[in-house]
């Protein structure tokens, strides 16, 4: 049984962790150390449902929450250094279209904003768990801020993968589960997705001997 002081306060501590990593991955430019950031964001989402888990007394939430740590913090991350492994030398994002200062200043702009655009969803339900929304939705924000800043395509698709994490913390904290189904059906279209992405990264390297993609529109042009 966990008190109340003790739910906020590990609750406070998972969400901490999962900003925290997010801006460790928009900070550092090795791709290696981004795969590990992110499968501790996996760790840190996964331990988040778990506090909710027995918060509620929830064992379908407890299945989740281990279901996530296996595919979040394990799965993807093998897969994602798999496709580095395959990548050779280029295992650095040289030329990311922001530098890390501006990346950062834009990393607090968007916190700010998730916060002014998360309030209407937490006065709906004000609650210890819908209080950390901003959290989700910074997350959200800061991997799209990857996705469409980064030129490698590796690096793109680590930003996808952040913001499926922040939706779904998002999903778990304003509904307290989103449902075992539904999870382990959100959770396959990611897999997917990712072994999709991998094969095409690993075709292109074939075929122009690079996944760069600002390298691979000069071919074209």
Same mark, same amino acid.
């Given at each position: ?64 929450? =281990?279901? @996530? %740590?296996? *595919?979040?913090?394990? !799965?993807?991350?093998? $897969?994602?250094?798999? #496709?580095?492994?395959? /990548? ?19 990393? =607090?702009? @968007? %916190?700010? *904003?998730?916060?002014? !655009?998360?309030?209407? $969803?937490?006065?709906? #339900?004000?609650?210890? /768990? ?22 490698? %395509? ?68």
């Amino acid at each position: 049984m966990v008190s109340d002081t003790a739910y906020v306060q590990l609750l406070d501590l998972a969400c901490g962790g999962l900003l925290l990593t997010a801006v460790l991955i928009v900070w550092r430019r090795e791709l290696a150390v981004i795969i590990r950031v992110f499968a501790v964001q996996g760790l840190v989402l996964a331990a988040l449902v778990a506090v909710l888990a027995v918060h509620e007394h929830s064992a379908e939430l407890g299945a989740v929450a =281990a279901g @996530l %740590a296996v *595919l979040r913090a394990g !799965v993807l991350p093998y $897969l994602l250094r798999r #496709a580095l492994a395959q /990548a050779g030398e280029r295992r650095r994002e040289t030329r990311p279209l922001v530098n890390v200062a501006a990346s950062l200043l834009s990393v =607090a702009v @968007l %916190a700010m *904003l998730a916060y002014a !655009v998360s309030q209407p $969803l937490i006065e709906l #339900a004000p609650s210890p /768990a819908t209080q950390a929304i901003p959290v989700g939705m910074t997350v959200v924000l800061i991997g799209f801020f990857v996705l469409v800043t980064r030129r490698r %395509a590796l690096s793109q698709l680590v930003g996808f993968l952040l913001m499926d994490n922040g939706i779904t913390a998002i999903g778990f904290l304003t509904t307290t589960g989103a449902g075992l189904v539904v999870e382990l059906g959100v959770s396959l279209d990611v897999l997917l997705v990712v072994l999709v992405l991998q094969i095409l990264a690993t075709r292109m390297r074939e075929t122009f001997g690079d996944a760069d993609l600002d390298e691979l529109r000069e071919l074209r042009d």
